[in-house]
């Protein structure tokens, strides 16, 4: 079975740290681009970042940038998001994706407030 499990969301105060993490199961991860998207509420689904298959280039939002770094370990098919000096506007779930194939988690929810 294909799949992708975010984990690592919870409530934390700006400024602060968290880690989110996706495992993937039922496809060969370490051919696949990974992503991470985040959806705010009552807002569109967005972007947060790109990482290549064997984790060498990475692209991020403008938003994030500098402040998220994306990682991959595909010895243990997971990919993470550590995302420091957090702001309230980061307050979304943030889904990971698989581009090949395409397929999404279910969402880990990130709430930034004090």
């Known amino acids: 079975q294909v799949q992708l499990v975010e984990s690592g969301g919870e409530l934390v105060q700006p400024g602060g740290s968290l880690r989110l993490s996706c495992v993937a199961s039922?496809?060969?991860?370490?051919?696949?681009?990974m992503l991470w998207y985040r959806q705010a509420p009552g807002k569109e689904r967005e972007w947060v970042g790109t990482?290549?298959?064997?984790?060498?280039?990475?692209n991020y939002a403008d938003s994030v940038k500098g402040r998220f770094t994306m990682s991959r370990d595909n010895g243990k098919n997971s990919f993470d998001l550590q995302m420091n000096n957090l702001k309230p506007e980061d307050t979304a779930v943030y889904f990971c994706?698989?581009?090949?194939?395409?397929?999404w988690g279910q969402g880990t929810l990130v709430t930034v407030s004090s």
């Open positions: 039922g496809f060969t991860f370490s051919n696949s681009v």
């Open positions: 990482i290549g298959a064997d984790g060498d280039l990475a």
């Open positions: 994706r698989a581009l090949s194939p395409d397929v």
